[in-house]
Protein backbone atom coordinates (compact mmCIF):
# COMPACT_ATOMS: atom_id res chain seq x y z
CA UNK A 1 0.00 0.00 0.00
CA UNK A 2 3.28 2.50 0.60
CA UNK A 3 3.47 3.03 -3.12
CA UNK A 4 0.29 4.03 -4.03
CA UNK A 5 -0.05 6.33 -0.77
CA UNK A 6 3.16 7.51 -1.64
CA UNK A 7 2.02 8.64 -5.26
CA UNK A 8 -0.90 9.71 -4.41
CA UNK A 9 -4.64 8.99 -6.32
CA UNK A 10 -8.20 10.05 -6.99
CA UNK A 11 -11.01 7.71 -8.52
CA UNK A 12 -15.09 7.64 -8.60
CA UNK A 13 -17.16 9.42 -10.28
CA UNK A 14 -20.50 7.97 -10.08
CA UNK A 15 -21.20 11.50 -12.56
CA UNK A 16 -18.31 10.26 -14.40
CA UNK A 17 -21.09 7.95 -16.42
CA UNK A 18 -21.01 10.16 -19.19
CA UNK A 19 -18.18 12.58 -17.99
CA UNK A 20 -16.10 14.15 -21.07
CA UNK A 21 -18.31 12.40 -23.24
CA UNK A 22 -20.62 15.64 -24.71
CA UNK A 23 -23.91 13.72 -24.06
CA UNK A 24 -26.48 14.20 -20.83
CA UNK A 25 -25.21 13.71 -17.56
CA UNK A 26 -26.81 10.96 -15.58
CA UNK A 27 -26.40 9.55 -12.01
CA UNK A 28 -24.62 11.21 -9.77
CA UNK A 29 -22.66 14.14 -10.14
CA UNK A 30 -20.10 13.80 -7.20
CA UNK A 31 -19.20 16.90 -5.23
CA UNK A 32 -18.34 19.82 -7.77
CA UNK A 33 -14.70 21.30 -6.95
CA UNK A 34 -13.03 23.79 -8.82
CA UNK A 35 -9.29 22.52 -8.74
CA UNK A 36 -7.21 19.27 -7.19
CA UNK A 37 -6.11 21.71 -5.04
CA UNK A 38 -9.30 22.08 -3.37
CA UNK A 39 -9.52 18.06 -3.06
CA UNK A 40 -6.13 18.14 -1.46
CA UNK A 41 -6.57 20.51 1.32
CA UNK A 42 -9.87 19.27 2.14
CA UNK A 43 -8.24 15.52 2.39
CA UNK A 44 -5.25 16.81 3.97
CA UNK A 45 -6.46 18.59 6.77
CA UNK A 46 -9.19 15.50 7.52
CA UNK A 47 -5.63 13.57 7.58
CA UNK A 48 -4.46 15.86 9.67
CA UNK A 49 -6.65 15.76 12.25
CA UNK A 50 -6.90 12.17 12.52
CA UNK A 51 -2.83 12.43 13.14
CA UNK A 52 -2.09 10.01 10.04
CA UNK A 53 -1.29 9.37 6.25
CA UNK A 54 -3.69 6.74 5.13
CA UNK A 55 -5.66 9.17 2.55
CA UNK A 56 -5.03 8.28 -1.11
CA UNK A 57 -6.38 10.69 -3.81
CA UNK A 58 -6.03 9.82 -7.44
CA UNK A 59 -7.89 10.93 -10.43
CA UNK A 60 -10.26 8.89 -12.87
CA UNK A 61 -10.57 9.37 -16.78
CA UNK A 62 -13.65 7.68 -18.38
CA UNK A 63 -12.96 5.60 -21.09
CA UNK A 64 -16.16 4.00 -22.30
CA UNK A 65 -19.67 4.10 -20.78
CA UNK A 66 -23.07 2.80 -21.19
CA UNK A 67 -26.80 2.90 -19.47
CA UNK A 68 -28.96 0.10 -19.05
CA UNK A 69 -32.79 0.85 -19.65
CA UNK A 70 -35.27 -1.84 -18.29
CA UNK A 71 -38.21 -0.51 -16.31
CA UNK A 72 -40.32 2.48 -18.05
CA UNK A 73 -38.64 4.44 -20.73
CA UNK A 74 -36.21 6.99 -19.02
CA UNK A 75 -34.08 6.29 -16.10
CA UNK A 76 -36.15 4.76 -13.67
CA UNK A 77 -35.72 2.74 -10.62
CA UNK A 78 -33.80 -0.96 -11.54
CA UNK A 79 -31.90 0.95 -13.99
CA UNK A 80 -28.27 1.25 -14.43
CA UNK A 81 -25.34 2.55 -15.80
CA UNK A 82 -21.57 1.44 -15.97
CA UNK A 83 -18.05 2.82 -16.58
CA UNK A 84 -14.81 2.05 -16.58
CA UNK A 85 -11.48 4.97 -16.28
CA UNK A 86 -8.40 4.58 -16.32
CA UNK A 87 -6.90 6.06 -13.13
CA UNK A 88 -3.83 8.63 -12.81
CA UNK A 89 -2.23 10.04 -9.70
CA UNK A 90 -3.08 12.98 -8.45
CA UNK A 91 -0.78 14.83 -10.79
CA UNK A 92 -2.49 13.27 -13.72
CA UNK A 93 0.92 12.23 -15.38
CA UNK A 94 1.30 8.76 -14.23
CA UNK A 95 -1.46 6.50 -14.95
CA UNK A 96 -1.21 4.09 -12.27
CA UNK A 97 -4.30 1.40 -13.08
CA UNK A 98 -8.28 1.19 -13.99
CA UNK A 99 -11.30 1.01 -12.10
CA UNK A 100 -15.05 -0.33 -13.10
CA UNK A 101 -17.95 1.25 -11.33
CA UNK A 102 -21.83 -0.34 -12.04
CA UNK A 103 -24.65 1.98 -10.16
CA UNK A 104 -28.41 1.22 -10.21
CA UNK A 105 -31.11 3.47 -9.53
CA UNK A 106 -33.37 3.16 -6.61
CA UNK A 107 -36.67 4.54 -5.28
CA UNK A 108 -36.47 8.25 -5.37
CA UNK A 109 -33.14 9.64 -5.86
CA UNK A 110 -31.21 6.92 -4.49
CA UNK A 111 -28.30 4.77 -6.00
CA UNK A 112 -26.12 1.86 -5.22
CA UNK A 113 -23.26 1.61 -6.40
CA UNK A 114 -20.21 -0.66 -6.47
CA UNK A 115 -16.74 -0.41 -8.14
CA UNK A 116 -13.15 -1.94 -7.90
CA UNK A 117 -9.94 0.20 -8.07
CA UNK A 118 -7.23 -1.66 -9.86
CA UNK A 119 -3.61 -0.28 -9.19
CA UNK A 120 -1.29 -1.71 -11.29
CA UNK A 121 1.47 -4.31 -9.25
CA UNK A 122 -0.31 -3.83 -6.14
CA UNK A 123 -4.06 -4.72 -6.18
CA UNK A 124 -7.40 -3.74 -6.00
CA UNK A 125 -9.61 -1.83 -3.58
CA UNK A 126 -13.19 -2.52 -3.83
CA UNK A 127 -16.19 0.30 -2.70
CA UNK A 128 -19.71 0.01 -2.59
CA UNK A 129 -22.62 1.39 -1.27
CA UNK A 130 -25.85 3.94 -1.39
CA UNK A 131 -26.00 7.19 -1.92
CA UNK A 132 -29.45 8.85 -0.41
CA UNK A 133 -29.05 12.32 -2.01
CA UNK A 134 -27.48 14.78 -4.02
CA UNK A 135 -25.22 15.72 -2.04
CA UNK A 136 -24.10 12.22 -0.70
CA UNK A 137 -20.74 11.36 -2.38
CA UNK A 138 -18.95 8.72 0.13
CA UNK A 139 -19.26 4.88 0.39
CA UNK A 140 -17.36 2.15 2.19
CA UNK A 141 -14.10 0.65 1.22
CA UNK A 142 -15.36 -2.83 1.63
CA UNK A 143 -11.73 -4.84 1.10
CA UNK A 144 -8.74 -4.92 -1.15
CA UNK A 145 -6.28 -7.62 -2.45
CA UNK A 146 -2.47 -8.13 -2.40
CA UNK A 147 -0.90 -4.88 -1.09
CA UNK A 148 -4.85 -3.82 0.36
CA UNK A 149 -5.55 -7.48 1.59
CA UNK A 150 -7.93 -6.81 4.51
CA UNK A 151 -8.38 -2.62 3.89
CA UNK A 152 -11.35 -0.56 4.60
CA UNK A 153 -12.86 2.79 5.21
CA UNK A 154 -14.13 5.21 2.88
CA UNK A 155 -14.19 6.54 -0.82
CA UNK A 156 -14.90 9.43 -1.34
CA UNK A 157 -15.55 11.31 -5.12
CA UNK A 158 -15.46 14.45 -6.53
CA UNK A 159 -16.17 16.02 -10.02
CA UNK A 160 -13.29 18.11 -11.49
CA UNK A 161 -14.28 20.59 -14.16
CA UNK A 162 -12.77 19.09 -17.06
CA UNK A 163 -15.06 15.87 -16.09
CA UNK A 164 -12.40 13.79 -14.82
CA UNK A 165 -13.00 12.29 -11.30
CA UNK A 166 -11.15 12.81 -8.31
CA UNK A 167 -11.55 10.11 -5.82
CA UNK A 168 -10.53 10.50 -2.10
CA UNK A 169 -9.63 7.33 -0.58
CA UNK A 170 -9.54 7.24 3.51
CA UNK A 171 -8.08 3.84 4.33
CA UNK A 172 -7.84 1.86 7.49
CA UNK A 173 -6.22 -1.09 7.65
CA UNK A 174 -6.49 -3.53 10.68
Not at 60 to 76: I, K, N, Q, T
Not at 84 to 93: A, G, I, S, Y
Not at 115 to 133: C, D, M, P, S
Request: include cysteine; glycine fraction near 14%; aromatic fraction near 10%.
Amino acid sequence: MAGVLTTGAVWFGAGGASAGSGEEQFGWPGRAVTSMAEVQRMSSSAAAARGDDSTLIVVGREVRAAEVDLGREGFSPGDFFIFEEKVFDNTRTERIGRDSVRCEAGVGRTFTCEATLRFNGQGKIRAAGTLFRRTDNVIPVTGGTRDFRGVGGSLQFFSLRNGDSALVFDLVKP
